[in-house]
Every structure is written in C-alpha cells, then in structure tokens.
C-alpha cells in the first residue's frame, strides 16, 4: 500500500514539473505594421530557440551572443536565453 501512494506521489511531481517548463507565452498572430520604425535585422537563428517559432526580420526582442544577434518572438524567450546562451545559440 505504501508503495502505491509513494508511487503515486512520484508521478505526479514529475508531471507537474514537465507541465512548468512550457513557455507561458502569448504570441501575436501577426508581428507586420504598416508603419514600422523597427529596423530590419538579419538574424542568427531562424527560429526562436526556446519556443521554436520563426523569427522574422522585424523582431524587436533581441540579444547579441558572441558578435551574433538573435531574435526572440517575446521577452520571455529572450530572458530565457539570457540565463544560458550556450544552451541555445547555434554552433
């Protein structure tokens, strides 16, 4: 019986941590404007290294890694790859 609950307590901790490592971010359909001061960048990556979605030229959530600038579709992604650009960046 013992064993049972233990287990139970063990699957559920680690459901509940695979469950907080998804991004909690809410992406525009769309990031085009018609009327654009941002500057058009050419970045490091195609995609977005933590959420996986595809950067776009206009992005303007960015960090610089070893000369290279990369482009985030959030904040939250950006900050992500802050805390361990290696992980992340593109060899």
Request: charged fraction near 30%; proline fraction near 4%.
């Amino acid at each position: 019986m013992k064993s049972k609950i233990i287990l139970t307590a063990l699957l559920s901790v680690s459901l509940i941590a695979c469950a907080q490592e998804t991004p909690k971010v809410k992406h525009k359909k769309s990031t085009t404007s018609s009327k654009s001061d941002t500057k058009k960048v050419k970045f490091a990556n195609v995609e977005d290294p933590i959420c996986h979605m595809p950067t776009e030229a206009n992005m303007k959530d960015t960090a610089v890694y070893k000369n290279k600038t990369y482009g985030f579709c959030s904040v939250y992604c950006k900050d992500e790859f802050k805390k361990n650009p290696e992980k992340y960046a593109q060899k």
